[in-house]
């Protein structure tokens, strides 16, 4: 049912037939000089907020903050009250709302284990089949080009930094830098266009920008939400001011929520109960009126929903349909949504959640089986699995997958054709699926039987934050040895031993995890990457090996392997492995940054100046995705040292200097440049700067190389 805005209108007391007349010619003359445009003109413009509560927004909430640029979107358009993600990650919730299928069809139903077909229909393809210009702007690795989202689209920009702020989060974009790159894009369009924007500030750690870190110091992640609030205005506004807020089309919703401690879980992925996967939904088009909707939608929904709006002929194969009739204030039929929580299950020894929304009532399928209904308890507080019959629950959920794993066929979750098969056997690899191996589960396995030892990793967390790390690594110790497969406390466990400065037991963890969980491909990547690190090559190139045989589609795996050859001196190793590295993630800013040093070094190695010159594009397209990287910008002066241009040379240490102050190498460098160009002085200062960086840790021939250099700049 649709509740539509009502307002009431005054009517002007006609003064005669003449003027009634008249003021009918000129209502025909504005109607004909303002005439709407076709659907098949329309702009879309598509907005995803990762990790937003529809109650954080006041036209769902005015109880947490106020939000006037959303709400003024949802005062011209209609917001749906309920309206549902079918899985509570980033990438399967954008598959489904970019594919118009559910995980089930799509396959991406884990966050950096999926990869889109090249083959599966999409709206960005629909719409660049129509005639538009596509582009997209994301924010935070869950959405990398490599995951396969790109397709369709123009440009992709995901240029988001390198490395993440801490250890064990995503590397993230702040809203404002894509924002900024979003509407430059969109200031150069002239025909009709589809923009998505994805904003990504509301995910943990909640840290707001000044001034909502002050105002909102007690509730960081609404001050995310208020900081996201003002950036969509800066969007918004540049619509109106190209006078194309009446020809666009506007659809803003989340991926997910966020529990915020509803269901003793403190953010989401983990269990699927409203908190995470009841999402915003507001839609804006040309001849709607402003209404609030209690119909039940899906993200599945939304692609054939804007087909619908604009005239186009959504593409076979779609499970999602169109919520038009919602939006115009009609009834449609309602019919089940599908939705599943499996983190779990792939990362934690976890039985799969996957359950129905069907009416009123939810139902999810585990060993401990849950059912509620939403009428009257929309917070899920009174399980009425005991006291209902779940066997017709239970048959409909049984029935949408069966359906959908005949639609889904079999290369729907990574696509591993015959050239990459090819690949992998030529390098000496072997490819096969990467699934949990465990396939009973009993109610030991059920998320809220296993939610204590969840809470103990975030209680673990927070100990190494407050500086009880042994207590910290206790914790972390107990899970381990009671769940053997719950290989997110292995990953912490290594990164805490990292952070301690302990590499052996750093190493240590992940190797306990790997050998634990052979099949797990996050736990033996990790591992096989921490090998290269730790110098143990031999290792590395082992291990990486077993983790392209599990997934053959994760460019940080080809380029560690890259890496590793490259250390033990084989150059040509190196190279076959860089060049699938760069092609599943050619915009890559490590990869194409350690590309770029191993052309020099080769082209040393080989005195080989075309490697060298090859080099300086792989520096740049690093330094293009992320600048703040003071490691390209010194492998950057190297190559500029060889060919000859000491000036460029030194303004790309100085840049890693500025950027690193404590990075030796680039200290080092400029120590001798400077020396080189007469500047003593200059080149004594870094060597002092040198011997102070390296302190304690400088080796022997460290120091005589370093004072034989002050000696000269003392002459």
């Not at 929903?305 to 002929?313: A, K, N, R, T």
């Not at 080769?602 to 594009?617: P, T, V, Y």
Request: proline share 6%; net charge negative; glycine share 8%.
């Amino acid at each position: 049912m649709t509740k539509s805005s009502t307002g009431s209108t005054r009517r002007a007391r006609p003064r005669g037939r003449r003027f009634a007349s008249l003021l009918l010619a000129a209502a025909a003359l504005l109607v004909s000089c303002a005439r709407p445009a076709r659907p098949a003109d329309l702009n879309v413009l598509l907005v995803t907020i990762d990790t937003l509560r529809p109650d954080r927004l006041s036209c769902y909430s005015r109880e947490h903050l106020e939000t006037p640029r959303v709400d003024g979107l949802a005062a011209r358009g209609v917001l749906f009250e309920r309206a549902f993600a079918h899985a509570p990650l980033t990438l399967p919730s954008h598959a489904s709302i970019l594919l118009g299928t559910t995980p089930l069809v799509h396959g991406a139903d884990d966050n950096g284990m999926r990869v889109i077909p090249q083959s599966a229909p999409s709206l960005a393809k629909t719409l660049k089949a129509a005639g538009y210009a596509t582009g997209a702007f994301v924010s935070a690795f869950p959405l990398d080009t490599r995951f396969g989202l790109d397709e369709g689209f123009d440009v992709y920009d995901d240029k988001y930094p390198a490395r993440a702020a801490a250890a064990l989060d995503f590397p993230e974009r702040p809203a404002g830098r894509t924002m900024d790159a979003a509407l430059g894009w969109l200031s150069a369009r002239s025909g009709k266009w589809f923009l998505w924007v994805h904003l990504f500030d509301p995910h943990a750690p909640y840290t707001p920008p000044p001034p909502y870190d002050e105002r909102f110091a007690d509730d960081p992640y609404s001050g995310e939400v208020a900081y996201v609030d003002e950036t969509l205005g800066r969007l918004f506004g540049a619509v109106e001011a190209r006078g194309e807020t009446g020809r666009t089309v506007v659809v803003l919703t989340a991926d997910h929520g966020e529990a915020l401690g509803e269901h003793g879980e403190m953010t989401h992925s983990y269990f699927a109960y409203n908190s995470t996967i009841w999402v915003p939904l507001i839609v804006c088009a040309p001849g709607l009126k402003a209404a609030r909707t209690e119909g039940f939608v899906s993200h599945e929904d939304i692609f054939p929903s804007v087909c619908d709006l604009l005239g186009i002929e959504p593409p076979a194969g779609l499970t999602g349909r169109s919520f038009r009739p919602l939006l115009q204030g009609r009834p449609r039929k309602a019919r089940p949504i599908y939705f599943e929580a499996l983190e779990g299950y792939y990362h934690r020894g976890a039985a799969p959640l996957r359950g129905i929304i069907d009416g009123p009532m939810k139902f999810m399928d585990s060993p401990i089986p849950e059912l509620y209904d939403l009428d009257g308890d929309f917070d899920e507080a009174a399980n009425l699995a005991a006291k209902r019959d779940l066997a017709p629950h239970k048959k409909v959920l049984d029935g949408l997958i069966r359906d959908a794993s005949a639609r889904r066929g079999s290369g729907a979750v990574r696509q591993t054709d015959r050239e990459t098969l090819e690949r992998l056997r030529s390098l000496g690899y072997a490819s096969g699926p990467a699934v949990p191996a465990k396939k009973t589960f009993g109610a030991a396995d059920d998320l809220k039987t296993l939610l204590p030892f969840g809470q103990k990793l975030v209680q673990a967390g927070q100990l190494a934050k407050d500086g009880e790390s042994e207590e910290s690594v206790r914790l972390l110790e107990e899970i381990i040895e009671t769940r053997p497969d719950f290989t997110r406390a292995y990953g912490q466990l290594a990164e805490l031993q990292f952070s301690l400065g302990r590499p052996d037991a750093h190493l240590d963890a992940l190797r306990r995890g790997a050998r634990a969980n052979p099949d797990d491909f996050t736990m033996v990547s990790s591992f096989g990457i921490a090998c290269v690190e730790h110098g143990r090559l031999d290792d590395a190139v082992d291990v990486l090996g077993r983790a392209l045989a599990l997934f053959d589609e994760d460019p940080n795996v080809w380029g560690a392997l890259a890496e590793a050859f490259w250390k033990q001196g084989d150059f040509d190793q190196a190279e076959d492995h860089f060049r699938p590295a760069l092609a599943l993630a050619p915009g890559d800013a490590i990869i194409n940054g350690n590309y770029g040093n191993f052309l020099v070094t080769r082209g040393l190695k080989d005195r080989d100046s075309e490697a060298i010159d090859r080099s300086f594009a792989y520096f740049e397209a690093a330094l293009a995705t992320d600048p703040s990287l003071a490691s390209i910008h010194n492998g950057l002066g190297g190559a500029w040292k060889i060919v000859g241009d000491t000036a460029k040379a030194i303004a790309s240490w100085e840049k890693a200097v500025e950027i690193d102050p404590n990075y030796d190498l680039p200290v080092y460098n400029l120590a001798v440049a400077r020396l080189e160009t007469g500047d003593k002085a200059r080149a004594l200062d870094y060597c002092r700067k040198y011997l102070e960086i390296k302190g304690s840790a400088i080796t022997a021939d460290e120091r005589r190389d370093i004072e034989s250099l002050m000696e000269r700049c003392r002459r």
